[in-house]
């Protein structure tokens, strides 16, 4: 019996960081849908880009903090990476979803798609399509449970597991306050409820598309970090996988919703670790994407979505 | 009593017979090229049924595909000489076999199309996504499909003369349909479903056909596809030949079946000439290493066909844009 109790936590742990990762990218897809209506394909590709943005420019930054790897070093990491990825996030919305904003969303989902199948096939031409080796930037090793604690004490948890946990929640709580409590977040608030009201309450649409692109893209760069501190192999189709994981996070938890995305994110994690754990790990993926089925069957607009009236 | 468009089938069909024994004598490069257009064109016209006419966006038609090629491949494994070993009795039993993947396609298509009802725009390209990321995984698990190594073995019966009757078929059954008042059906879901429902289209059944149609003639690409290459792998059915097909159509124009059908052709022919050109010693270079990387352009291609001209290469304007 306390073997499979402790079974169960710690693949409930494993299940915690992995949905951590997939909370932070799925929130990227909601933000977007909230303002703007319509899924960016290429979100899952940003967080690609992010972890590229850490293997190339993290021994860099971390050498400024002094020989070897060490956490103020990996934090900056974190933020040379959410920077970068804010930045390439502004510049896709400008070039290729901007001129779209008044057609059809069937038009700019294609587009998304092709600027997703860009940053892949891109990057594989840019970065070459084999695996890189992500340069270790905090030391991770096991943390040590005391004997005295009991059994618990055989779990294995590493310091890259709650870190990862950890600096989500941290991101969680910085990107409440920016939507509640700030000006640009009323705004990105506004907008998602009514664009033309809030376009006619004097608030700049393009400058808070903008932004929301900048976060939700920089929260996909944190995420390609936290990731890569884990497994620490990356390559230029990575963002694949996590990024239709995510999406799904986001739908399962009603898109345009932030702490469904949250919620999403967490429960898409653990789904998956129970299946690893207790089915079979080839099961994985349709089990995922059968829930996400029930689900929407059940209720259309996701767990937290309202469900909204179209008007005629 | 004799409709032109009876007389064209007719004529097609009788030429793809006459030319079938003239044109399996090329160049085995080109020949598979050849069957390839004709598989692409079945999928593509399918699939803008549903997309291009009936507005849905459906993202999982190699799902479909999928299904019919392992259906018809054990149909054929397991009873292909149960009609007997003469050439009639086993042309038959691969047409059967190309009409069980079909209906087995077609069911799982139904299977689609009622989560559909409730969902629309890109609820539902996630949904029928993900179906097509379940057949995969149902596939990868089962044993007697050959699970994570594939299915091979089946007897190569798909020539040029089946693969082009099947797209001619396929071209003549979405024409007649978009004709009739079912067509008018679809294309009423597509440009307002709320309105449609109004004046009392059962949005219901149009939406269903649509994509049980659609994965119908999957089913059969993918049965002609699986006794062509004679191996089938669950990866070579995965969400990039989805997009593929929903390539094909967008640049054919969605509702579009000439356009879809010149698009499939060109999507097919144009990685290889792309590959040609990237052996070509005499250019330059760089132009070598664009052609290489065919995918950057395939997407650059895409982007900056849907900045300019959304409604595709021939469409008719499906996506044109909407009045305020």
Request: net charge positive; with cysteine; aromatic share 8%.
């Given at each position: ?312 | ?11 097609v069909l009788v030429a793809c017979g006459v030319a079938s024994p003239y044109v399996s004598g090329i160049n085995p490069?080109y020949y598979d090229?050849l069957i390839?257009?004709g ?48 050439v009639w009795?086993t042309t038959?039993?691969f ?60 007897v190569q019966h798909t020539t040029f003369f089946w693969t082009f009757a099947f797209?001619a ?58 006794h062509f ?96």
């Open positions: 019996m306390a073997d499979k109790l402790l079974e169960l936590l710690q693949q409930i742990i494993n299940g915690l960081s992995q949905g951590s990762i997939y909370a932070l990218i799925a929130l990227g897809y909601t933000m977007v849908f909230g303002v703007l209506r319509f899924i960016n394909f290429a979100h899952g590709d940003v967080f690609m880009l992010g972890a590229f943005a850490g293997f190339y420019l993290g021994p860099k930054t971390l050498a400024l903090f002094g020989e070897g790897p060490s956490y103020p070093g990996a934090i900056a990491v974190l933020l040379v990476a959410m920077v970068v990825c804010a930045a390439i996030g502004i510049i896709i919305e400008r070039l290729c979803y901007k001129p779209l904003r008044e057609r059809p969303k069937l038009t700019v989902l294609i587009t998304a798609i092709g600027v997703s199948l860009f940053l892949e096939n891109g990057g594989q031409f840019a970065f070459g399509a084999d695996p890189k080796s992500f340069p270790e930037i905090i030391t991770d090793r096991l943390i040590e449970i005391p004997a005295s604690w009991g059994r618990i004490s055989e779990l294995t948890i590493t310091i890259s597991q709650l870190l990862v946990i950890g600096i989500t929640v941290v991101l969680l709580f910085v990107l409440t306050y920016i939507v509640m409590k700030t000006k640009m977040g009323m705004a990105m608030r506004a907008l998602s409820f009514n664009p033309v009201a809030a376009q006619l309450m004097g608030i700049n649409i393009n400058v808070v598309i903008s932004f929301t692109f900048g976060l939700g893209s920089a929260l996909a760069g944190a995420a390609g970090i936290l990731t890569s501190i884990q497994q620490p192999s990356i390559d230029p189709l990575m963002g694949v996988n996590a990024g239709l994981k995510a999406f799904v996070a986001a739908v399962l938890g009603g898109i345009g919703n932030i702490p469904g995305a949250a919620l999403g994110g967490i429960l898409i994690g653990l789904t998956e670790a129970l299946v690893v754990g207790y089915v079979n790990p080839t099961y994985r993926d349709p089990i995922v994407f059968g829930v996400l089925i029930l689900v929407l069957l059940v209720k259309p607009t996701g767990l937290l979505g309202a469900s909204e009236r179209e008007k005629v | 009593m004799f409709e032109r468009s009876k007389i064209i089938l007719v004529v490069y090229i390839s257009i598989i692409n064109i079945i999928l593509a016209a399918g699939l803008n049924l549903v997309n291009g006419y009936t507005g849905q966006f459906s993202l999982g038609h190699a799902g479909f595909m999928a299904a019919g090629a392992y259906a018809s491949a054990w149909l054929s494994l397991s009873y292909g000489d149960a009609l007997g070993t003469s009795a038959t039993a047409v059967l076999a190309l009409f069980l993947g079909g209906v087995v396609a077609a069911l799982s298509g139904l299977l689609v199309g009622v989560p559909s009802l409730r969902l629309k725009g890109d609820y539902l390209a996630i949904v029928t996504l993900g179906f097509n990321e379940i057949i995969k995984g149902v596939i990868q698990n089962a044993e007697p499909l050959g699970a994570q190594r594939g299915l091979g073995g089946m797209a078929l396929t071209v003549y059954v979405v024409l007649s349909l978009v004709r009739s008042t079912y067509g008018r059906g679809f294309l009423a879901v597509r440009d307002d479903e709320i309105a449609a429902e109004a004046m009392g289209i059962n949005t219901t059944k149009y939406k269903v056909l649509a994509f049980v149609l659609g994965a119908f003639f999957a089913g059969i690409a993918g049965g002609l596809y699986a290459k004679q191996f089938i792998h669950p990866e070579g059915f995965n969400f990039m030949k989805s997009i593929d097909v929903v390539v094909m159509v967008i640049l054919g124009g969605m509702g579009s079946t000439a356009g879809v059908c010149v698009a499939a052709a060109l999507l097919t022919i144009l990685p290889e000439v792309l590959r040609y050109v990237s052996k070509i010693e005499a250019l330059p270079h760089w132009l070598q290493q664009v052609a290489e990387n065919r995918m950057i352009l395939y997407s650059l291609l895409l982007i900056i066909l849907m900045l300019t001209r959304p409604q595709g290469l021939f469409g008719a304007g499906a996506l044109k844009k909407k009045k305020a």
